[in-house]
């Protein structure tokens, strides 16, 4: 008995040139000691330097949006436009980019318009 067989790690058997199969077995390729990823995930100072750049990109929005009159849905625009910008870096899809644009500034036009109904609904009292 091997090894490998005593551990109780998978084997698997290739196939050489003619179809038939190998003589000796060996250790599935996703089960090799090392052969995993070396990336542990996601860590808490990534994940903390991710929530301060973005809240930055949205403090910029807001910033621009003092001078438009409409704070909220220009800042939902610089987000969405900073999220999309991400989505395509990772993963090159252009209309998975488009839809995170499109879904972030439409969030960001019914917060505007919630912000300007509660406004009037207040300024009324």
Same mark, same amino acid.
């Given at each position: 008995?091997?090894?490998?067989?005593?551990?109780?790690?998978? +084997?698997?058997? %290739?196939?050489?040139?003619?179809?038939?199969? /190998?003589?000796? $077995?060996?250790?599935? $390729?996703? #089960?090799? $000691?090392?052969?995993?990823?070396?990336?542990?995930?996601? #860590?808490?100072? %990534?994940? =903390? +330097?991710?929530?301060?750049? &973005?809240?930055?990109? &949205?403090?910029?929005?807001? *910033?621009? *949006? #003092?001078?438009?009159?409409? $704070?909220?849905?220009?800042? &939902?625009?610089?987000? %969405?436009? &900073? =999220?999309?910008?991400?989505?395509?870096?990772?993963? *090159?899809?252009?209309? *998975?980019?488009?839809? @995170?644009?499109?879904?972030?500034?439409? @969030?960001?036009?019914?917060?505007?318009?919630?912000? /300007? #109904?509660?406004?009037?609904?207040?300024?009324?009292?």
């Amino acid at each position: 008995m091997d090894v490998a067989e005593q551990a109780g790690m998978p +084997l698997c058997r %290739g196939v050489d040139s003619n179809g038939a199969l /190998e003589a000796e $077995p060996r250790l599935h $390729p996703a #089960t090799t $000691p090392g052969s995993g990823p070396s990336d542990a995930g996601p #860590t808490l100072a %990534g994940m =903390t +330097l991710g929530i301060v750049v &973005f809240g930055a990109a &949205f403090l910029v929005g807001l *910033g621009l *949006g #003092t001078y438009t009159r409409r $704070p909220l849905s220009t800042a &939902f625009l610089v987000l %969405g436009s &900073f =999220t999309a910008l991400l989505v395509l870096a990772a993963t *090159g899809e252009l209309l *998975g980019a488009a839809a @995170v644009l499109a879904i972030v500034v439409l @969030v960001g036009l019914v917060a505007e318009s919630m912000r /300007e #109904t509660f406004a009037l609904l207040v300024d009324r009292y």
